[in-house]
């Protein structure tokens, strides 16, 4: 069955530093992969996607994700953490199978700490 | 340049009453989704239509109703509320592969 893990319910990084918010999935055929941030009491925003080409696409608030598909993963990365980064993140993919319909990570809490 | 529309954004029900949550989008999309949010749950499909006249079930379709009269609108209707409904709800939109677009959510509370 195709399904997304989002393997750590919170990350905790210090301002300044490098940040890594994993997910990898488990889909038949292509994949297209989604992140997108929630704010608290907001709706979900779009950060970035791949559909195909460059496996390295960058995205909104200086955001960028790596599809390796060897390892079925899509982790989102940040070179250098910002205080105002701290949100929940999601991991979603659309596949055929599931008539493109978004299958969703359980959600990764990131906190940035000053 | 409104995106998804959702209202209302709170209400509070008492068990056994119905309402109609609404949700309409401006870009033409022909993906529209209903979500809801509890906590540490994630988002649960509730229902989704990929055209006009089609509607489909999600993971979580029991006691919600849909219809997609018009590519625009989306309703969700709740047919007879329970405190389990208690949760945030989330309309979406987008074309087959690419983003989706999300309201800023409905608070719904069931008394």
Known sequence: ?114 | NAGVTQTPKFQVLKTGQSMTLQCAQDMNHEYMSWYRQDPGMGLRLIHYSVGAGITDQGEVPNGYNVSRSTTEDFPLRLLSAAPSQTSVYFCASSYSVGEAFFGQGTRLTVV
């Open chain 1, 1 to 114: 069955a195709q399904s997304v893990a989002q393997p750590e319910d919170q990350v905790n990084v210090a301002e300044g530093n490098p940040l890594t918010v994993k997910c990898t999935y488990s889909v038949s055929g292509n994949p297209y992969l989604f992140w997108y941030v929630q704010y608290p009491n907001r709706g979900l925003q779009f950060l970035l996607k791949y559909i195909t080409g460059d496996n390295l696409v960058k995205g909104s608030y200086g955001f960028e994700a790596e599809f390796n598909k060897s390892q079925t993963s899509f982790h989102l990365k940040k070179p250098s953490a910002l205080v105002s980064d701290s949100a929940l993140y999601f991991c979603a993919v659309r596949d055929r199978v599931s008539n493109y319909q978004l299958i969703w990570g359980a959600g990764t809490k990131l906190i940035i700490k000053p």
